[in-house]
């Protein structure tokens, strides 16, 4: 199953956490924020389809995500598990850690925001930036 979630860009956009990626609903984004890589998502976890959340939660499924912008596209590979509540109704964010909450979409990632090149990143920076987020679950 696919599923694609579009997003903006912001200017305080860093990318420099080490161990997760996020994208929210949000309008506002502070330097705090350094694992969010896109706000303006069109929904967080509790809006993603029921069958796409079913196949998130099976432990054996693997989780393809990619973030395109322009003509970049950066993957970060993860994995599912039964744990995942998917019910935060604002974000969505991939971890390298096997740590749940709500806002959790996968968990055993092998990529972080601080991952995504450089260039990549100017052009998220730019609140006019238009981008997708694709969820590929097999």
């Not at 305080?12 to 706000?39: R, Y």
């Not at 744990?83 to 096997?98: A, E, F, G, N, Y």
């Not at 909450?101 to 092998?110: E, F, L, M, Q």
């Not at 981008?131 to 097999?138: A, K, L, P």
Request: aromatic residues 4%; glycine residues 6%.
């Amino acid at each position: 199953m696919r599923f694609e979630i579009p997003f903006t860009g912001h200017k305080n956009i860093t990318a420099l956490h080490q161990n997760t990626i996020e994208i929210t609903t949000e309008p506002k984004l502070t330097i705090n924020g350094d694992c969010i890589v896109g706000i303006n998502a069109s929904c967080g976890c509790d809006g993603l389809p029921e069958k796409l959340k079913k196949e998130i939660r099976d432990p054996s499924s693997k989780i393809k995500f990619s973030i395109i912008v322009d003509n970049q596209s950066f993957t970060v590979n993860g994995h599912g598990s039964k744990d995942l509540k998917l019910s935060h109704p604002h974000d969505i964010v991939l971890r390298k850690s096997k740590f749940v909450c709500p806002r959790t979409i996968a968990i055993g990632c092998d990529k972080a925001s601080v991952s995504i090149p450089k260039k990549m990143i100017h052009v998220l920076q730019d609140p006019q930036t238009k981008g997708i987020f694709v969820i590929e679950v097999t």
